[in-house]
């Protein structure tokens, strides 16, 4: 059965009329020789480049800067399975904050079945990527925390004196040492496997015995005697 050609005009003048303006997602149009044949605002911002400097520009330079193609190209990738493909890949530029996005790409076949266009569609998602390594960084602090509380609860006594005044329960000392890392009560709750309310009624008493108004006094008092 004949299968009818890709009608470039046709689809630019769709593109421009319904994808151009669009700031997310970003989009683009390649030839099979990697030329940029369009491209939407989003694509623009995501570069930093103008729509009229990238057309009819080899992709690796307008998109990323390079004098040859990408490592894993997009373009040899989906040419050859000629199957759409689906990849986070990042963007490097001199000077600028490293850029996530999803990218979407899809073939775009001639009559014979040979792959003459690359559509791409780039979804953000580096917000996303900066709160996934906040989370990491965060999971690996509360781990080293629990390492540090494991270590010195083999140390402590079942009380934890301050000069004569009002001891601590060994309880009491490792939400104090939690409270001077900067915890917040749901944290330190969380940690160390109480209710919230338990954890607010640690907190209470700790400032009781300690004569404190406030975690930083808290803080201070217990790094000064040494309770922590």
């Not at 930093?48 to 729509?51: C, G």
């Not at 307008?62 to 193609?69: D, G, S």
């Given at each position: 059965?004949?299968r009818?050609?890709f009608?470039?005009d ?9 994808f151009e303006s669009?700031?997310?997602?970003a989009?683009n149009?390649l030839?099979k020789d990697?030329?940029?044949v369009?491209a ?7 570069v930093?480049?103008?729509?009229p400097d990238?057309?009819?520009e080899?992709?690796?330079q ?8 990408c490592p894993g190209?997009?373009l040899?990738i ?5 199957q759409?493909y ?7 530029l ?5 850029q ?7 073939p775009i076949l001639d009559?014979?079945g040979?792959?003459?266009h690359l559509?791409e569609?780039?979804n953000?998602t580096?917000g ?10 965060y999971v690996e602090?509360l ?6 509380l494991?270590?010195?609860g083999?140390e ?8 004569g005044?009002a ?5 009491e000392a490792e939400v104090?040492?939690l ?9 330190i ?10 954890a ?7 400032f009781?015995?300690?004569d404190v108004?406030?975690r930083?006094?808290a803080?201070v008092?217990?790094?000064i005697?040494?309770?922590i």
């Open positions: 059965m004949h009818p050609g009608r470039l046709a689809a630019l003048s769709v593109f421009r009329v319904l669009i700031a997310n997602p989009m149009l030839k990697h030329t940029v369009w939407n605002k989003g694509m623009a911002i995501l930093h480049r103008r729509l990238m057309i009819g080899p992709c690796y307008t998109f990323r800067r390079r004098e040859e193609p190209c997009l040899k989906v040419s050859e399975s000629k759409p689906v990849v986070e890949r990042w963007l490097d001199p000077h600028r904050e490293r996530y996005a999803e990218v979407r790409a899809y009559h014979a040979r792959v003459q559509f569609i780039l953000p580096t996303r990527k900066k709160d996934e390594e906040q989370r990491a960084r602090y781990e080293k925390t629990l390492r540090e494991t270590a010195a083999t402590v006594s079942e009380q934890v004196s301050d000069g005044r001891v601590l329960t060994v309880r104090l040492r409270v001077a890392k900067g915890f917040s009560n749901r944290e709750a969380c940690i160390l496997g109480m209710s919230l309310d338990t607010k009624t640690h907190v209470k008493n700790i009781s015995k300690l108004t406030d930083t006094e803080a008092r217990a790094i005697h040494k309770l």
